[in-house]
């Protein structure tokens, strides 16, 4: 009967050390996607806005050009 108390016993430091090695990953996936996700998105508020269509003047408002 001890033999599979202590098989028991065994599994289950197992399972918690397999646990606290998934989430010691789980963390440091988390923090390498969050570095990713501020990288994009200093990329992408690096870029500057969409210029505006012309308005005035004789470029862009008095011909229809269609590429």
Do not use: C, F, Y
């Amino acid at each position: 009967m001890s033999g599979s108390i202590e098989g028991a016993v065994g599994a289950a430091v197992g399972l918690q050390q397999a646990i606290a090695m998934q989430e010691k990953d789980n963390l440091l996936l988390r923090k390498v996607l969050d570095g990713q996700a501020n990288t994009i998105l200093s990329l992408v508020n690096s870029v500057p806005s969409i210029p505006q269509l012309a308005t005035s003047g004789s470029v862009g408002t008095l011909l229809h050009v269609t590429a």
